[in-house]
């Protein structure tokens, strides 16, 4: 399948461990963020997202937490199966699903 | 099966020579949008689509086109193709009500 990316920065966690996985955005004016994930040789897919007037929100296993102050998002997942071994990618979204800006990603390693 | 697809998925191609990727969803979705990516810059959006006949620019429109005659199709096209154009190209749609964006598995380009 298609390369995602050679130099992403890599978390390698425990099979069963939380894992938490930062991002850092651009512009305080963004009013959605977005975290999708990415298997080798697929599309991204989306995973949960945020409105900037929410510090917290939580979804199946997932939760995402926004710190506005210091523009910090990020993702934790609870319990880290092998399945979660992907690269996971911030994005924010300045007008409802019009221009959207990626950060780099990060590559998640789950070992057995 | 509600989808994005894209063709061709795999395409090899010389300097100048024109060409269009094609990009369909079967979700009556308003907006479409088109990314590449590249190693270590994650996806970086090219131009997106709110409706039939509307687009706009996104961060790196250089070199290429798009059209929106209808609303389930949404082509990119390069007319003078070059090889810094060599890459991973994904085809994306929402609904105008949603942020959630669904993906299209990939374009793997390359220009020499």
């Known amino acids: 399948g298609e390369s995602v990316g050679l130099h992403l920065p890599t978390l390698s966690v425990q099979e069963g461990d939380n894992s938490i996985i930062n991002c850092a955005y651009s512009n305080s004016a963004s009013d959605y963020f977005i975290w999708y994930k990415q298997e080798s040789g697929k599309g991204p897919q989306f995973i949960i997202d945020i409105r900037s007037n929410m510090d917290k929100r939580q979804g199946q296993r997932v939760t995402v937490l926004l710190n506005k102050t210091v523009k910090h998002l990020s993702l934790q997942i609870a319990a880290t199966q092998p399945g979660d071994s992907a690269v996971y990618f911030c994005a924010e979204n300045l007008v409802r699903g019009q221009n959207f800006v990626f950060g780099p990603g990060t590559r998640l390693s789950v070992l057995p | ?112």
């Open chain 2, 1 to 112: 099966e509600a989808q994005v697809t894209q063709n061709p998925r795999y395409l090899i191609t010389v300097t100048g020579k024109k060409l269009t990727v094609t990009c369909s969803q079967n979700m009556n979705h308003e907006y479409m949008s088109w990314y590449r990516q590249d190693p270590g810059l994650g996806l970086r959006q090219i131009y997106y689509s709110m409706n039939v006949e509307v687009t706009d620019k996104g961060d790196v429109p250089e070199g290429y086109k798009v059209s929106r005659k209808e609303k389930r199709n949404f082509p990119l096209i390069l007319e003078s193709p070059s090889p810094n154009q060599t890459s991973l190209y994904f085809c994306a749609s929402s609904s105008r009500t949603g942020i959630e964006q669904f993906f299209g598995p990939g374009t793997r380009l390359t220009v020499l």
